[in-house]
């Protein structure tokens, strides 16, 4: 790959420059380039030679700190088709799924690419990853993206244009892939391509936004009796302002994304000793919509007694307020 993410700069890099009032701009270096704002210009070749994490001034004399960006700067400002799993998503689904180097790995949609990016990053030069996507635009948006970030198109790499149903069968050889990841709306749908595609001991994850969505993928995968007991969980990751005494969490962050799912793929045939089978709730009827309600789900369901008390209290309290406002003789 001929990205290089340390040493001095040099034409064709990617920088971000963050200069006067904390604005952001990112460049690719180039010979002859110049970044112009009403500050004024810099040109490119100032920057060339210089080490990461410089900073340089402009025309004007404006500062500019200039870093090349890491992955998770490059995906969460590249175009994007379709929205983009987070770095704090993408993390835990290298570790989840236990992506190591060499790995063989599918994944599917491939969207805008910014699981891709870390994908390859996780199983390196000598792994291989298989991305399905069933919109060519998006597939188009996700292979620039790739190119952009790294600098050419990965060997490693294909993208398949099309279902992951229809094309996984052709693209792989049964039980030869080590990890699968589907971020997409109805996963449930590729779980019995994705079992005949794992190895043994192979780790699907499925990166879900909605609960519907994560218990009715779950349900699926446990009842094909080809996996272990699913494991579900979501990140919630919370920045805090660390300056002097003012030690706080931030008061914004980014509250949901999505759930994890995993779950590995059982040798053939085999039955773990603990697998409690239930009966499956795969789609929802009336009986199942009425174990969603509050009192089967754990909240106390107020008693009639206890709101005849409540309506009698707030009344009360009502005919207080009338009579605090001289207008006794209101109507209740
Ligand atoms: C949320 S996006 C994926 C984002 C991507 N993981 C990223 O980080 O940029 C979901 C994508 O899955 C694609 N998709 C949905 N079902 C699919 C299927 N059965 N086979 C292939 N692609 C599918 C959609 O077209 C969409 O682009």
Known sequence: MTSRPSGPFRYGDRVQLTGPKNRLHTITLREGGELHTHHGVLRHSVLVGQPDGSVVRNSGDHEYLALRPLLRDFVMSMPR???????????????????????????????????????????????????????????????????????????NWRVVVGDLVEELPGAVEPATVDRVVLDMLAPWECVDAVAE??????????????????????????????????????????GWHVEGLAVRPDHRMVAHTGFLLSARRLAPGAVPPDVKRRASKTSYGDEDVELWTPGAVGDRQITDKNLRKRVREAQRAADGARLAAGRADDPV
């Open 81 to 155: 088709g379709a929205a983009i799993v987070y770095p704090k998503d993408a993390a835990q689904i290298l570790a989840q799924a236990d992506v190591f180097p060499g790995a063989t790995v599918v994944e599917a949609g491939v969207g805008s690419g910014a699981l891709s990016l870390w994908l390859l990053r996780g199983i390196g030069e000598q792994g291989r990853l298989v991305s399905f996507e069933r919109r060519e635009d998006f597939a188009d948006v996700a292979t620039a993206n790739v190119e952009t970030f790294l600098g050419e198109q990965p060997e």
């Open 197 to 238: 595609a794992l190895t043994p001991g192979g780790v699907v994850v499925c990166y879900v936004a909605t609960a519907t969505q994560l218990s009715r993928v779950a349900e699926y995968i446990r009842n094909t009796g080809l996996f272990t007991e699913p494991d579900a969980n979501e990140t919630m990751v919370r």
